[in-house]
């Protein structure tokens, strides 16, 4: 059996009912399980053996439309834009201003009897034929297809609201008494239980379909401006390269690269796709994917990202991924699974949404009859059960996740933050422990020289020089700090590795050795005084020692070791303020582990800890339970991070511990872990106060309507502006600002090299 993985553009939607009534209908095909989303409007499908045409026609089965997204476009490899959605939003916003024209006459005129002249009311009625009739076309036509398919949704409440208060003032025009010249009416903002046989609706018919369509086209604007940050990801990379064949330039469009290809990157132009550095030395600048301000240096065999722009010289890269393996393409596809997915609030307002809509017309047919059978005038009784069915249209609730789902992972991805799905914001609220692996995440993972002592009458710089010119022949970390520190330096004549123990050569008429103290005392014969040994033994407890020689005398020795991130205190500190109690965890002894905590404020420390064992403490912890969250970046991470609540990768870590990960922190930074739960959180609660206020305001109106307390009218406006004041709230979130980097950084401080 095959595993299928299918996402599927929905078109026909209209409320979050439809979206409800199309999951069920897919969730009934054998082994599917499938979660649609009204405010993308996309169906992620996950199931074994399931065909695509047997997933379309289910929803069209349901009186929607579904098609296979657009492949990328062949000249940029990007999806192709939805011109469709941008002419349906146009659509939407012509028939708002035709049907506003026509009404705003009908609303004057209704509620202003100073203008009522003879016989007004049928000019009120030409003018809103046309809105009741082609402006709420829509809403009609939904309701016409729900109802062959035995379903009622929001479309079905306003259809019938704009129906009634349409047909009763055809009614009363032709057959009561509305029709006679010299009739007037006056607004007012409750029902009237006196009003006489002449009361016409058409107002309400009116306006009522222009807030609806007034809400409709700001829901389509919140989508489509929620939307923009995956639209300028999908713009962010380069559109060509200038690709190196036999020496020569030859620019071609970046689909056509491959892995191996060399390309060229001049000043000021984009990295077209990731790759290591063969040649040159330059700053990159890296904000547009990671957030950070400051460009990052880069030379020969650095790691550089697509879409990252040179700003410094002459860069030659050796092209190692395309395509759909490159950062970017991951970065579109983790914010569409966590744009298309839903969290365990979204289920709950769909649920509600699937049963809402029969309840509320039968709520409206119940206070029509009360009423009629408490005594009331018809008059009142529509009234009443009319604006029961207006009031009720719960848009604001299919609104109240998707919108703060896409614009707060719109606004992580801006940051560098990338959010996995929906569900990752139920567990940001429960986590009570960030467990931190040590190396690459509050390390930088990288070795450097942290200190020189060199003998008596020898110069540091004397001591680096010899040692880099050997060094410069090995591909070894510590060869690699050591070269770095050094600086330009000419290589060695000849060069020998002996694996474990060190490096010799020749530099000139001199004989140069390099390597561990014992190495050097027993293999070479080389005396070290008392002093230089202590020395050495300290600079042992945090990380590796070079001892070097020359022509057979002690030259001094180098401490290379793993360096902590210059925010990794800051960091901690963050983490209490967010009631994370924060736990250390490294396969270094205990010593160097504790000497590291302490650093940055760690009190639990689990030291010489084995990949394995770091799966077996986030069991532990969560056993004594603890809501766990594990930040990592290694392949010996993804474990533990797939095993904890909460999993957060470093960016530049490997594939495996991004792919096991629920956040990917694209810098790399600490700080950010600390923004990136700050920022699930607030779109959590976002979405809580959302649908708290939605739910709040049918409770609390439903019974004003159906009391009569509330003119149709009245009711429609109150209903639209819910759903601007769930789209107004969730774009709250596009203001949130991360905590500042500390304006004087800890000095990095030495840690010892994971073994």
Known sequence: MSAVDVELDITGMTCASCANRIERKLNKLPGVEATVNYATEKARVRGTDVDTADLIAAVESAGYQAAIPQPPAPETGETAPAEGKDDETAQLRRRLLITAA???????????????????????????????????????????????????????????????????SLYALFFGGAGMAGMTMSFTLVGTPQAGGHEIYLEVAALVTVFILAGRYAEARAKKSSSEALRALLEMGAKHATKLVDGAERTVPVTQLIVGDI?????????????????????????????????????????????????????????????????LARMRRLMEEAQTGKAKVQRIADRVSAVFVPVVIALAVAAFAGWVIAGASLELAFTAAVATLIIACPCALGLATPTALMVGTGRGSQLGILIRGPQVLEQTRKVDTVVLDKTGTVTTGRMSVTDVRPAAGISRGDVLRAAAAIESGSEHPVARAIVTEAGAVPPADTFASHAGFGVQGTTGSSAVVAGRVGWLQEQWGITIPPTALAGAGELAETGTVVAVARDGEYLGVIGVADTLKPTSAEAIARFRSLGLSPVLLTGDNETTAARIAAEVGIDDVRAGVT????????????????????????????????????????????????????????????????????????????????????????VAAIPLAMAALLNPLVAAAAMALSSVFVVTNSLRLRRFRPHPAPVAPTTAAPATQLT
């Open 263 to 327: 390309v060229l990157v001049r000043p000021g132009e984009k990295i077209p796709s990731d790759g290591l550095v063969a040649d040159g030395a330059s700053a990159v600048d890296a904000s547009m994917l990671t957030g950070e301000s400051v460009p990052v240096e880069v030379t020969a065999g650095s790691r550089v990202v697509g879409a990252t722009v040179n700003v410094g010289g002459r860069l030659v890269v050796e092209i190692t991924r395309v395509g759909a393996d490159t950062e």
């Open 611 to 698: 990949p394995a064992g770091k799966l077996d403490v986030i069991r532990q912890l969560q056993a004594e339970g603890r809501v766990v969250a594990m930040v990592g970046d290694g392949v010996n991470d993804a474990a533990a991070l797939a095993a904890a609540d909460l999993g957060l990768a470093m960016g530049g870590g490997t594939d495996a511990a991004i792919a096991a990960s629920d956040i990917t922190i694209v810098s790399g930074d600490l700080l950010v872990v600390a923004d990136a739960i700050r920022l699930a959180r607030r779109t959590l609660a976002t979405i809580k106060s959302n649908l708290f206020w939605a739910f709040a305001y049918n």
């Open 102 to 168: 026509l009404s705003l006459p009908v609303a004057v005129l209704s509620m202003v009897p100073a203008l009522q002249f003879e016989n007004w009311q049928w000019l009120a009625l030409t003018l809103t034929a046309p809105v009741a009739v082609w402006g709420a076309w829509p809403f009609h036509r939904a309701a016409a297809i729900n109802a062959r398919h035995g379903a009622a949704t929001m479309d079905t409440l306003i259809s019938v609201g704009v129906i009634a208060a349409f047909g009763w």
